[in-house]
Nanobody, 132 residues
Framework: QLQLVESGGGSVQPGGSLRLSCAAS????????IAWIRQAPGKEREGVSC????????NYAESVKGRFTISRDNAKNTVYLQMNSLKPEDTAIYYC?????????????????????????WGQGTQVTVSS
């Protein structure tokens, strides 16, 4: 079965850290740029971070810059989101998603798509709760 599987979510106090993982099953992530998108209760989805197919170039939402770090390990077919200095407003379901960039932009990534059909693959999500 071709799917993305997120893990690593949980409950943490403000200021704490979590590392989310996004593992591909049935296909290789080498051919895709990867994005993390989150949705908080009652709010629209927000693009959090992305990493390019080639070169490991990254983008971050302003709300997480300096606190979150995205990385990929193609040997493990996994993308990670290291989240530090977590805040209550980071509480959300976090989804990872994969898309095929055109040749012209495969060294970059963009945080435009927020819907499953904007991507080739979309995971089931993992809950992150930040509260004291």
């Amino acid at each position: 079965q071709l799917q993305l599987v997120e893990s690593g979510g949980g409950s943490v106090q403000p200021g704490g850290s979590l590392r989310l993982s996004c593992a591909a099953s049935g296909f290789t992530l080498d051919y895709y740029a990867i994005a993390w998108i989150r949705q908080a209760p009652g709010k629209e989805r927000e693009g959090v971070s992305c990493i390019s197919k080639i070169g490991g170039n990254t983008n971050y939402a302003e709300s997480v810059k300096g606190r979150f770090t995205i990385s990929r390990d193609n040997a493990k077919n996994t993308v990670y989101l290291q989240m530090n200095s977590l805040k209550p407003e980071d509480t959300a379901i976090y989804y990872c998603a994969a898309y095929t960039p055109t040749v012209a932009i495969q060294h970059m990534c963009v945080l435009l798509g927020k819907r499953p059909y904007d991507y080739d693959y979309w995971g089931q999500g993992t809950q992150v709760t930040v509260s004291s």
